[in-house]
């Protein structure tokens, strides 16, 4: 099954967490909204997760507010 909401808000995951994150999202073509804010995300993290979310033609919603 496929996720279609991720939510991680406020948990400090940085750009080793979101890079994880990243890479577990390449296979995962269903989801809608994704919600990363306060989650101390830097460039490196950033730049992982834009790679793989240009694959996703599903995304509707993305908040990376206070990263």
Request: net charge neutral; glycine share 8%; with cysteine.
């Amino acid at each position: 099954m496929l996720v279609q909401v991720i939510e991680v808000v406020h948990d400090d995951i940085g750009d080793k967490g979101t890079g994880m994150l990243a890479e577990a999202l390449k296979m995962n073509t269903k989801l809608q909204l994704l919600n990363l804010c306060k989650n101390r995300i830097g460039n490196m993290g950033a730049r992982a997760l834009a790679e793989v979310l240009q694959m996703n033609a599903s995304l509707q919603s993305l908040n990376l507010c206070g990263m």
